[in-house]
């Protein structure tokens, strides 16, 4: 007599393809990476991570460094902690902000290495182009009309 399950497994739709299941599962596996790296992406963030690489900073050092608003400066510290890359322990009515972890140092100073090996082909990307201070995307004319 059949069962249950083996009417689930009667239908005539294919077995998905190992293939697919281990670059779905590849993919899928490269998710946190990509978000790590979005929070990278950002140059306010990174001027961030490498004033802490300096040692601990309050929240008002930050900002004078930076020339930027106390809001903003919370918001990309807050994206760095939820990351896991920053810290912060209370002194006083302050928080002093460090990493959080040592290896964070390595992947900057890698990715310095790979910005020198690379020269200016990261920013001549048409791709980015738009995400670099001061620069438009080279399809602005396009957009604007289109």
């Given at each position: 007599m059949?069962?249950?399950s083996d009417d689930r497994n009667s239908d005539?739709?294919?077995a998905p393809a190992l293939d697919d299941l281990e670059s779905t599962a590849e993919l899928h596996a490269l998710?946190?990476?990509a978000c790590l790296f979005k929070s990278l992406g950002d140059e306010t963030r990174l001027t961030?991570?490498?004033h802490l690489s300096l040692g601990e900073h309050r929240v008002v050092d930050l900002?004078?460094?930076l020339g930027l608003a106390q809001s903003t400066v919370s918001a990309h510290l807050a994206?760095?902690?939820d990351c896991g890359l920053v810290v912060s322990r209370p002194k006083g009515r302050a928080s002093m902000w460090s990493l959080a972890v040592p290896e964070l140092l390595a992947l900057l100073r890698s990715a310095e290495l790979l910005l020198e090996a690379t020269g200016d082909?990261?920013?001549l990307c048409p791709t980015h182009e738009s995400t670099i201070?001061?620069?438009?995307s080279p399809h602005a004319d396009r957009e604007e009309r289109g």
């Open positions: 059949p069962t249950p005539d739709s294919p998710g946190p990476a961030i991570l490498q900002t004078d460094h994206c760095l902690r082909s990261v920013t201070a001061g620069a438009t």
